[in-house]
């Protein structure tokens, strides 16, 4: 197999958060990295990461990312193993950090992790800004989804 091929393979897993884009109307998006410890990236590559009660918030003038559950790496034999739910420092730069914590402050935005992913061996998190939507916005999304379905199955149909 080339160098290539095994690359561009899909054996690296993406984590989604799904239950962002219900809850929150991102705006814009940015890619970070992570500071992660070697169990940790050893038990993301086997897909034992959740984010669905995940979030993100500045301590000080850094971005750090909370509740999200990174499993122990059971091989290892358990010992020197990482804290499940320990609070992982995100990387960016100065000038996207300050935009970020600006954004959080004056407008009464939310930073949202949506999705955890590898890139050229590292591992990236997305992070979304934007507000939270009224149940309101969540309904109508539902309806829009649900109309979209409709049309689609008729559409396979041929009817």
């Known amino acids: 197999m080339s160098k290539k091929a095994k690359k561009s393979g ?6 989604e958060n799904r239950r962002a884009r219900h809850n929150y109307a991102i705006q814009s998006d940015f890619e970070a990295g992570i500071c992660l410890v070697g169990s ?10 959740s984010l669905a009660e995940s979030y993100c918030f500045f301590i000080g003038d850094e971005l750090f990312l909370i509740g999200a559950r990174i499993e122990p790496w059971k091989p290892g034999g358990g010992h020197n193993n990482h ?3 320990r609070r992982r420092k995100l990387l960016l730069h100065r ?4 935009r970020l914590h600006k954004a959080t402050q004056r407008d009464g935005l939310y930073v949202v992790p949506l999705r955890l992913y590898f890139k050229g061996g590292r591992v990236k998190i997305l992070v979304g800004l ?4 009224s149940q309101r916005d969540k309904r109508a999304d539902i309806k829009d989804r649900d109309a979209k379905r409709q049309i689609a199955r008729v559409l396979k149909r041929g009817g």
């Open 130 to 133: 934007g507000p939270s939507k």
């Open 95 to 98: 000038r996207e950090l300050d």
């Open 10 to 15: 899909s054996t690296n897993p993406t984590v």
């Open 83 to 85: 804290v499940p739910d």
């Open 40 to 49: 940790e990236v050893k038990s993301i590559r086997a897909g034992q990461v």
